[in-house]
């Protein structure tokens, strides 16, 4: 299974940037989703997951009301759509495979992630 994210760049803080994760190598439908992302000399943070259904979601304490998790398993594509984005957002951030909630080792498949920054 491999996971290729995208979607990140630099945007103004207030902004908004939409992440989108393609899973190939198998059905995405197979998974639960999650989302992390981790800046410089800080720990991983989890983001959000999402269900394989996509009938259920989780989102971290720091983003929840401005971030939502979707899922299309059609196009075996996971988004992080990013509202009112502040500097503080700034990170890589990495898409993962496998199960759903914030425990990162639970999550068997990872993807390169991507660069977003928020400029003040």
């Known amino acids: 299974v491999q996971l290729q994210a995208s979607g990140g760049g630099l945007v103004q803080a207030g902004g908004s940037l939409r992440l989108s994760c393609l899973v190939s190598g198998r059905s995405s439908r197979n998974y639960g989703m999650g989302w992390f992302r981790q800046a410089p000399g800080q720990e991983r943070e989890f983001i959000a997951s999402?269900?394989?259904?996509?009938?259920?979601?989780d989102y971290g304490d720091s983003v929840k009301g401005r971030f939502t998790i979707s899922r299309d398993n059609a196009k075996n594509t996971v988004y992080l759509q990013m509202n009112s984005l502040k500097p503080e957002d700034t990170a890589v951030y990495y898409c993962?495979?496998?199960?759903?909630?914030?425990?990162?080792?639970?999550?068997?498949?990872w993807g390169q992630g991507t660069q977003v920054t928020v400029s003040s």
């Open positions: 993962a495979a496998g199960d759903r909630g914030p425990n990162a080792a639970r999550y068997a498949y």
């Open positions: 999402i269900s394989w259904g996509g009938g259920s979601t």
